[in-house]
């Protein structure tokens, strides 16, 4: 059975960076990407950018260029997404879904809430 | 940057038929956008259902169907029930990058 299993509820202050994980099972880890998608409280789904777990290739959203950093331990079959200088517009939903070629995307994990508060 | 548009709202009453559509900034939607759709419920995660156009999970309802329209990708929900009630999001592939549209709330009513 394939998942997806993210890391617990953040809560942090302004100006801190955190760093969320992903842990996939149950499938070949390294033949697919690990999109992070944002949902602010309320709003639709924001697709942040992708990552690679073969060679940590990663693709990013010009919306989060350089707000965000993606990385990957396929040793473990964990991918990570990184925030620095948190703001409390960046309080959200971040989940994690596992990526075919084209894009195509099937699996979810379950979502980490990230809360920015001062 | 590349905008991704779907209708804000559509009501449709139990056992009827509706199309969310999916349209893009850029043009015309081909296969080559590889259209996706998910269904998100409140305090959920998104669910896939359709990939590449058309193709459907092992867990798509047969209700559920994705085509090209008019330039638009869009989902057709056929003999809708009351647990369809929920928002639907379309993904575009253009190319290193990905967009989701703002999403369609479907009432069933």
């Known amino acids: 059975e394939v998942q997806l299993l993210q890391s617990g509820a953040e809560v942090k202050k302004p100006g801190e960076s955190l760093k969320i994980s992903c842990k996939g099972s149950?499938?070949?880890?390294?033949?697919?990407?690990i999109a992070w998608v944002r949902q602010r409280p309320g709003k639709g789904l924001e697709w942040m950018g992708v990552?690679?777990?073969?060679?940590?290739?990663?693709r990013y959203s010009p919306s989060f260029q350089g707000q965000v950093t993606m990385s990957a331990d396929k040793s473990i079959r964990t991918a990570y997404l990184q925030l620095n200088s948190l703001k409390a517009s960046d309080t959200a939903m971040y989940y994690c879904a596992r990526t075919g070629d084209g894009g195509d995307i099937d699996y979810w994990g379950q979502g980490t809430l990230v809360t920015v508060s001062s | 940057q590349t905008v991704v548009t779907q209708e804000p709202s559509l009501t449709v009453s139990p056992g009827g038929t509706v199309t969310l559509t999916c349209a893009s900034s850029?043009?015309?939607?081909?296969?080559?956008?590889?259209p996706n759709w998910f269904q998100q419920k409140p305090g959920q995660a998104p669910r896939s259902l359709i990939y590449s156009t058309s193709n459907k999970h092992s867990w798509t309802p047969a209700r559920f169907s994705g085509s090209l329209l008019g330039g638009k990708a869009a989902l057709t929900l056929s003999g809708v029930q009351p647990e369809d009630e929920a928002e639907y999001y379309c993904?575009?592939?253009?190319?290193?990058?990905?967009?989701f549209g703002g999403g369609t709330r479907l009432t069933v009513l």
């Open positions: 990552i690679f777990h073969s060679d940590s290739h990663a």
């Open positions: 149950g499938y070949s880890f390294t033949n697919y990407w």
């Open positions: 850029a043009g015309a939607v081909t296969s080559g956008y590889y």
């Open positions: 993904l575009l592939y253009f190319g290193n990058i990905q967009v």
